[in-house]
């Protein structure tokens, strides 16, 4: 590791002294960039199940359904659909464009678990925020090009200088842990700290679930 006084988040340009694990990284941000996309779909899928969105969602809404569990079915079923995807893009970048993965399934588990996190971010702009759903997508887009640039995808100095100077962004930012899952994943003597990334994208998951649902459960309207 080069960049050692850079506290938890770093850059990492060789990983144990494996030549094949330089200049991955912006594959890694690339990767990021894309799970956050999974936002976008999880807000047109949830358009369905409110009245003041949809057809479907009037008439949805007349059904004595429970709302937890349409809600948390939704999110299994587009978290199911992204596990088919981050497979079909994992042997993607491992097959046709030869990036290197010193463990497969951590990368795999990596994506899976971003995906979770990023439909969850979806659930909850699309529960929480009351604004047109254009307006939504513009928001997913700038924080997949703004949480781009802040992971490095440009620079690699733009991470280390978030890092060592305003380092609570990168535990903020869905793209940096991405990043940060992935580029972890590759130290064997590191599993601790995969984990602990794993373990933030998931807390944050449950966070942005529990307030979805319970933003959901709350909703009245006047008129359908």
């Known amino acids: 590791m080069r960049y050692q006084s850079v506290p938890v988040f770093i850059s990492y340009e060789e990983v ?24 976008t779909f999880v807000i047109t899928a949830t358009a369905f199940l409110k009245p003041n969105l949809s057809e479907i969602g009037k008439r949805f809404s007349l059904t004595p359904q429970n709302k937890y569990k349409v809600l948390l079915y939704t999110f299994l079923a587009c978290l199911s659909i992204y596990a088919i995807l981050d497979v079909i893009i994992f042997l993607y970048y491992k097959y046709a464009l030869k990036v290197y993965f010193s463990s497969d399934w951590k990368v795999i588990l990596t994506m899976i678990v ?44 733009i991470k280390i200088l978030i890092s060592m100077y305003v380092p609570i962004i990168n535990y903020i930012n869905p793209i940096s842990i991405i990043c940060e899952a992935l580029n972890a994943s590759q130290i064997h003597a590191n599993d601790s700290h995969f984990y602990l990334t794993l373990g933030l994208m998931v807390i944050y998951t449950i966070i942005l679930m529990t307030a979805s649902i319970f933003s959901y459960r709350r909703q009245k309207y006047e008129s359908i």
């Open 16 to 39: 144990g002294g494996n030549p094949n694990v330089k200049g991955t990284e912006n594959y890694y941000t690339i990767i990021g960039m894309s799970l956050i996309i999974a936002a």
């Open 114 to 157: 971003g995906s979770g996190y990023c439909l969850s971010l979806g659930f909850a702009l699309n529960m929480l925020v009351n604004i047109k759903q254009n307006t939504k997508y513009m928001i997913i887009t700038l924080l997949s090009t703004l949480g781009g640039l802040l992971a490095g995808m440009m620079s690699s100095q």
